[in-house]
C-alpha cells in the first residue's frame, strides 16, 4: 500500500525559499499511469493545485504560480520536491503531496495523498 | 479555464437526511468531474471518479450523478462520519487543475 509523506521547514521567512520533499513509500515512482502533485490549502480556505511532475521530470505549474515555483523529482530517493521562491504570507498553508492518476483519457484524479504539514510564512 | 461553481457553500442537517451538494461547470466536461471528502485536520480523499463511480472503500449511501454541466454528490442516510467539506474537481482539461469552492456539511 503506498503511502506519501510530507517534510520541510514548518517556519519561513517573507522573500525566502519554500522547500518540501515528498517521500513515496510502499511503491514505485516510475509508473506511466501517474504523475505527482502539490496542493496546497490556505487556512480556512479552499484546495489549490500548485503543479504536477513526471516520473520522467516533465511537469505542469499552476499558471498563477509558474513564476515563482519549481518542482523535481529523484525517482532512486522515491522523491519529489516543490520550491516556491520568494514568498510571503499569502503562502502560508498546509501543503500537501498526492499521486494524480492519469491511465484513462481525461482521468486525473488525486487518488492518494499525504497528511500534508502546515508551513507559516512569517519573520 | 474552466470554472467550478458548487452549492451550497455549507449546509446542516439530521443524522438520516439525504443530502445534496451540485457542481456546476463552466463549460461542457462530459463526465470527467471528480468528488473529495476532507474531514476535518485530514488531507481530502477521492469519493467519487468520472462522476459517478464510486472508489473502493466508500460507503453506498455515496452516489454521483451528472446532467449536462451540472454534477451531484448525493449521501443517503447521513451519518455523523459524513461530517466533512466537499469538493468538486474538473478532470477533463486537468492540467491546470481547478477545484469547487467546497461545501461544508455539519450535523
Known amino acids: 500500500q503506498a503511502q506519501l509523506q510530507e517534510a520541510g521547514p514548518g517556519l519561513v521567512k517573507p522573500s525566502e525559499t519554500l522547500s518540501l520533499t515528498c517521500t513515496v513509500s510502499?511503491?514505485?515512482?516510475?509508473?506511466?499511469?501517474?504523475?505527482w502533485a502539490w496542493i496546497r490549502q490556505a487556512p480556512g480556505k479552499g484546495l489549490e493545485w500548485l503543479g504536477s511532475i513526471y516520473y520522467s521530470g516533465s511537469f505542469y505549474y499552476s499558471p498563477s504560480l509558474e513564476s515563482r515555483l519549481t518542482m523535481s523529482v529523484d525517482t532512486s530517493k522515491r522523491q519529489f520536491y516543490l520550491r516556491l521562491t520568494p514568498v510571503t504570507a499569502a503562502d502560508t498553508a498546509v501543503y500537501f503531496c498526492a499521486r494524480v492518476w492519469v491511465e484513462v483519457a481525461y482521468s486525473y484524479d488525486f487518488d492518494l495523498w499525504g497528511p500534508g504539514m502546515l508551513v507559516t510564512v512569517s519573520s | 479555464d474552466i470554472q467550478m461553481t458548487q452549492s451550497p457553500s455549507s449546509l446542516s442537517a439530521s443524522v438520516g437526511d439525504r443530502v445534496t451538494i451540485s457542481c456546476r461547470a463552466s463549460q461542457n466536461i462530459r463526465v470527467y468531474l471528480n468528488w473529495y471528502q476532507q474531514k476535518p485536520g485530514k488531507a481530502p480523499t477521492l469519493l467519487i471518479s468520472?462522476?459517478?463511480t464510486l472508489r473502493d472503500g466508500v460507503p453506498s449511501r455515496f452516489s454521483g450523478s451528472a446532467s449536462g454541466t451540472e454534477f451531484t454528490l448525493t449521501i443517503k442516510n447521513l451519518q455523523p462520519e459524513d461530517v466533512a467539506t466537499y469538493y468538486c474537481q474538473q478532470s477533463y482539461t486537468s492540467p491546470p487543475v481547478t477545484f469547487g469552492h467546497g461545501t461544508r456539511v455539519d450535523i
Open positions: 510502499g511503491g514505485s515512482m516510475i509508473n506511466s499511469s501517474y504523475y
Open positions: 468520472a462522476a459517478s
